[in-house]
Nanobody
Framework: QAQLMESGGGSVQEGGSLRLSCAADSYAYTSYCMGWFRQAPGKEREEVAALDANSRPTYADSVKGRFTISQDNAKKMLYLQMNGLKPEDTATYYC????????????????WGQGTQVTISS
Protein backbone atom coordinates (compact mmCIF):
# COMPACT_ATOMS: atom_id res chain seq x y z
CA GLN A 1 0.00 0.00 0.00
CA ALA A 2 1.57 3.26 -1.15
CA GLN A 3 1.13 6.35 0.96
CA LEU A 4 1.02 9.90 -0.30
CA MET A 5 0.42 13.13 1.58
CA GLU A 6 -0.09 16.55 0.04
CA SER A 7 0.56 19.93 1.61
CA GLY A 8 0.85 23.53 0.55
CA GLY A 9 -2.68 24.41 -0.46
CA GLY A 10 -4.30 27.66 0.54
CA SER A 11 -6.13 30.76 -0.58
CA VAL A 12 -4.47 33.36 -2.79
CA GLN A 13 -5.47 36.21 -5.07
CA GLU A 14 -5.65 35.82 -8.82
CA GLY A 15 -2.16 36.02 -10.29
CA GLY A 16 -0.54 34.64 -7.18
CA SER A 17 1.54 31.53 -6.67
CA LEU A 18 1.44 28.40 -4.58
CA ARG A 19 3.72 25.41 -4.29
CA LEU A 20 2.17 22.05 -3.53
CA SER A 21 4.25 19.28 -2.05
CA CYS A 22 3.61 15.55 -1.92
CA ALA A 23 5.50 13.27 0.43
CA ALA A 24 5.64 9.71 -0.88
CA ASP A 25 6.69 6.57 0.93
CA SER A 26 9.36 4.35 -0.57
CA TYR A 27 6.85 2.08 -2.29
CA ALA A 28 4.98 4.98 -3.92
CA TYR A 29 8.22 6.44 -5.14
CA THR A 30 8.96 3.29 -7.16
CA SER A 31 5.83 3.92 -9.20
CA TYR A 32 5.82 4.22 -13.00
CA CYS A 33 3.94 7.52 -12.96
CA MET A 34 3.42 10.22 -10.39
CA GLY A 35 1.05 13.03 -11.02
CA TRP A 36 -1.08 15.87 -9.80
CA PHE A 37 -4.81 15.90 -10.40
CA ARG A 38 -7.56 18.24 -9.33
CA GLN A 39 -11.28 18.16 -8.80
CA ALA A 40 -13.58 21.14 -8.55
CA PRO A 41 -17.08 20.87 -7.08
CA GLY A 42 -19.46 19.32 -9.59
CA LYS A 43 -16.67 18.44 -12.00
CA GLU A 44 -14.75 15.29 -12.81
CA ARG A 45 -11.23 14.76 -11.59
CA GLU A 46 -8.75 15.94 -14.22
CA GLU A 47 -5.06 15.64 -14.83
CA VAL A 48 -2.93 18.68 -14.04
CA ALA A 49 0.58 17.35 -14.59
CA ALA A 50 2.41 14.05 -14.50
CA LEU A 51 5.89 12.56 -14.60
CA ASP A 52 6.53 9.22 -16.25
CA ALA A 53 9.17 6.68 -15.30
CA ASN A 54 11.78 8.68 -17.22
CA SER A 55 10.73 11.88 -15.43
CA ARG A 56 9.25 13.35 -18.57
CA PRO A 57 6.58 15.88 -17.66
CA THR A 58 3.22 16.33 -19.28
CA TYR A 59 0.74 19.09 -18.55
CA ALA A 60 -2.90 19.78 -19.12
CA ASP A 61 -3.35 22.49 -21.75
CA SER A 62 -5.04 24.70 -19.17
CA VAL A 63 -1.90 24.92 -17.02
CA LYS A 64 0.92 24.84 -19.58
CA GLY A 65 3.33 27.67 -19.05
CA ARG A 66 2.00 28.37 -15.56
CA PHE A 67 2.54 25.16 -13.60
CA THR A 68 5.71 23.11 -13.20
CA ILE A 69 5.92 19.57 -11.86
CA SER A 70 9.16 18.40 -10.32
CA GLN A 71 10.54 15.81 -7.94
CA ASP A 72 13.29 15.40 -5.40
CA ASN A 73 14.41 11.80 -5.43
CA ALA A 74 16.50 12.09 -2.29
CA LYS A 75 13.52 13.35 -0.29
CA LYS A 76 10.90 11.27 -2.15
CA MET A 77 8.93 14.41 -2.80
CA LEU A 78 6.77 15.52 -5.71
CA TYR A 79 6.09 19.22 -6.22
CA LEU A 80 3.75 21.39 -8.22
CA GLN A 81 4.76 25.02 -8.61
CA MET A 82 1.72 27.03 -9.61
CA ASN A 83 2.16 30.56 -10.94
CA GLY A 84 -0.29 32.94 -12.51
CA LEU A 85 -3.17 31.35 -10.65
CA LYS A 86 -6.68 31.91 -11.92
CA PRO A 87 -10.07 31.47 -10.24
CA GLU A 88 -10.69 28.46 -12.49
CA ASP A 89 -7.73 26.74 -10.82
CA THR A 90 -9.78 26.51 -7.63
CA ALA A 91 -10.09 22.83 -6.73
CA THR A 92 -8.90 20.10 -4.44
CA TYR A 93 -5.51 18.95 -5.67
CA TYR A 94 -4.40 15.35 -5.34
CA CYS A 95 -1.06 13.63 -5.65
CA UNK A 96 -1.23 10.12 -7.09
CA UNK A 97 0.93 7.18 -8.11
CA UNK A 98 0.44 4.59 -10.84
CA UNK A 99 2.38 1.43 -11.53
CA UNK A 100 1.81 1.29 -15.25
CA UNK A 101 -0.46 2.45 -18.03
CA UNK A 102 -1.16 5.90 -19.35
CA UNK A 103 0.29 8.49 -16.99
CA UNK A 104 -2.26 11.06 -18.14
CA UNK A 105 -5.31 8.93 -17.29
CA UNK A 106 -6.64 9.30 -13.71
CA UNK A 107 -8.12 5.79 -13.93
CA UNK A 108 -4.61 4.33 -14.15
CA UNK A 109 -3.67 5.71 -10.74
CA UNK A 110 -4.18 3.34 -7.87
CA UNK A 111 -2.85 5.36 -4.95
CA TRP A 112 -4.02 8.81 -3.96
CA GLY A 113 -3.31 11.33 -1.26
CA GLN A 114 -6.06 12.93 0.78
CA GLY A 115 -5.99 16.16 -1.23
CA THR A 116 -5.22 19.79 -0.47
CA GLN A 117 -7.55 22.69 -1.19
CA VAL A 118 -6.54 25.52 -3.47
CA THR A 119 -8.79 28.56 -3.64
CA ILE A 120 -8.13 31.48 -5.97
CA SER A 121 -10.08 34.70 -5.55
CA SER A 122 -10.52 37.36 -8.23
Amino acid sequence: QAQLMESGGGSVQEGGSLRLSCAADSYAYTSYCMGWFRQAPGKEREEVAALDANSRPTYADSVKGRFTISQDNAKKMLYLQMNGLKPEDTATYYCAAAFGGNCNDPDEYRYWGQGTQVTISS
